[in-house]
């Protein structure tokens, strides 16, 4: 109980100067009465600006936004709750800069005041809850980030156990063909090299995940040292033109005359390279063209992938990066979605940068890798 | 008690008319069109409530609660189970995700959503007795059934009991149970019965 004929003058005062709330109260005709600090502060309207004026004169808003029968019903005795969700703001007030947000966000009680029983006018308090609900909303944001890195993980497990067993199968469907007609050479021979294919194809799982483990946990070293740029990339790209010329892609290269050398790790290098131009090669369909253009630049060096393959929509093209992610049906074309994740994650640790553009699809895809002239070693770990 | 099914029928058709005023809002609040139904309406002594509430609200019971002072005076309370509030605000504040749990903000939406009910039942029961009931603040209360009846009946000193509407909230093909209870000593029971009688013969 706060009410004590000996404090009420200094707890009012206390209120009017104090309270961490806007204090707004009327007569019975609605006329301000009392506009405490709180609303000279947040509002930027005097006491002496507004007592004798009317609310609604004030705040106009009220009226367009109908919660003037809020004010109806209090001189009628009944209290109103006004929640934040529900309204977002009693008036529109400006939030607090570091916020970022149109508005303040509040919460409201209208009520009554009564003197012996009578309706003598209204009191309206005021909370400023923006703080509250930026910070609600991050936690439902941090659950549904969660909620989808326990979906993606499903997937990846779905797909992993299926990845890893389709090479096994072969491996070991071709065991038993050898057991039983080992003499035939030339079954031997077309089923050694499935074998190997198949165990390459594994190992290459194997690897991309111990990669992304080893990222993730931020134990992956580079071995930093001068490397020729243009060296690099040949390299990259002739491991590929096999499988280009299988697939009936056409592989162009343009690359500078004179070569340079950056401080790289060559081996991660060729593997972001390998990455990219492979992920260009799976998506392009025979008779498509994949081009990698190499550019110099005073911070660093420029290699562009560009393909004719079936392009990304703009839905996709921010998840591209992010490990796990595979685009709506691409999972049926191979591969853990993993490739790209570990691409990221090594270009930044050499303190590079990497993008991807497409005009939608149908439309091919550019990826754009940024290099500087010396790796320099930044933060490891997934985003 | 002495509740016949004529007052039984009149009292109903008095919380309807509440209701279809608190449909009305709450739909208006929410963009959606939201229905309110009081299939049925009783009166209880209070010990015979918890035996009613404690068949759909097993554990933590969720109740906006507002008491009324004047010629008529008591508690009034919608009350619901953790789950059914949670899926309440979440369907009825639908711009953001689903919470799925009931934080400060659903918390404050819920007691609008109380606050509403609460006083245009009792705005209907103070313009049939003609007088004006003086409202406190609506409170919420995250609490065990046993812990809300305790803290409804202590201090009380006359015999009390509560006019109890199973309700359910509809939205979006969607139905949220609950329970409006308004609960009076015998004297202002036995006014608000005699007032029923006198609205059903005007």
Partial sequence: MLKNPDFNEPILDWLNDYASQGIVTTDKDLIIRGWNCWLEENTGRSAAEVLGRSLFVIFPDLVERGLDRLYRSALEGQISVLAQRFHQYLTKLPARPEFGLAEMQQAARIAPLVCNGIVIGTITVIHDVSERVIRENELVAAREQADKANEAKDRFLAVLS???RTPLTSILGWARIFRERAGDEQIVRRGTEIIERSAAVQLQLIEEILDLSRIT???LELNLEPVEVRQIVNAALETLEPAAIAKGITLHRSMPDEPRVAKLDSKRCQQIIWNLVSNSLKFTPRGGAVEATLKYASEGFELRIADTGKGIDAESLPHLFEPLWQAEGSASDGGLGLGLAIVRNLVELHGGSIHAESSGTGQGATFILKMPWSGARTQAGLA | MLFTDKQRDSLGELINI???RTAASLSELSGHRVLLN???????????????LSRSIKQEVVTVHQIF?????????????????????????EYRAPSRR??????????????????ACLGVFGNLLHVQVSFSMPRLHLESLDQLLRSITIGSEELRYAVVVSTAFSIKESAVSGYMSIVLGVSSLDRLLRAIEDWEET
């Avoid at chain 2, 009081?38 to 035996?51: G, I, R, S, T, Y």
């Avoid at chain 2, 010629?71 to 009350?79: E, K």
């Fill in chain 2, 69 to 93: 002072s004047g010629s008529v005076s008591g508690d009034a309370l919608l009350m619901f189970n953790y789950e059914g509030a949670v899926t309440l605000t979440d369907l009825l504040c």
């Fill in chain 1, 217 to 219: 946990a931020a134990k």
């Fill in chain 2, 18 to 20: 509440a209701f279809a």
């Fill in chain 1, 162 to 164: 299926h990845d890893l």
């Fill in chain 2, 38 to 52: 009081a299939p049925e309406v009783d009166v209880l002594a209070m010990d015979e409530l918890a035996a009613v």
């Fill in chain 2, 102 to 119: 009931l934080d400060t903000s659903a918390q404050e939406a819920l007691t609008e959503v109380g606050n509403i009910l609460l006083n």
